[in-house]
């Protein structure tokens, strides 16, 4: 069993940053793939980023690439989000999520936080 809790989110302005973090309970963190994914009012739960487990391979959604960076601490157990040059359409509920594989599918996760709201205003 794994369990996440995300941290970090609050109200920027556009062109700002945040750093998100995920710290997971259990001593198999370093057993799973880890993914963000954010879901703004109204829509669907998008992919934004996910890293092997060994960190040495990273994926992002078009929308994020070049802002934003996830990166992992396996010794903390924490996997994180960096988020810059922040727009309004990055405002959302952010969920990490662990797998055990390398996907950007939802259903492929196999545990999911809480979620953390990021807000960017114009």
């Known amino acids: 069993q794994v369990q996440l809790v995300e941290s970090g989110g609050g109200l920027v302005q556009a062109g700002g940053s945040l750093r998100l973090s995920c710290a997971a309970s259990?001593?198999?963190?370093?057993?799973?793939?880890m993914g963000w994914f954010r879901q703004a009012p109204g829509k669907e739960r998008k992919f934004v980023a996910v890293?092997?487990?060994?960190?040495?391979?990273?994926y992002y959604a078009d929308s994020v690439k070049g802002r934003f960076t996830i990166s992992r601490d396996n010794a903390k157990n924490t996997v994180f989000l960096q988020m810059n040059s922040l727009q309004p359409e990055d405002t959302a509920v952010y969920y990490c999520?662990?797998?055990?594989?390398?996907?950007?599918?939802?259903?492929?996760?196999?545990?999911w936080g809480q979620g953390t709201r990021v807000t960017v205003s114009s």
């Open positions: 999520a662990a797998a055990t594989v390398i996907t950007n599918t939802p259903t492929r996760y196999d545990y």
């Open positions: 259990g001593r198999t963190f370093s057993r799973y793939a």
């Open positions: 890293i092997s487990v060994d960190g040495g391979y990273t």
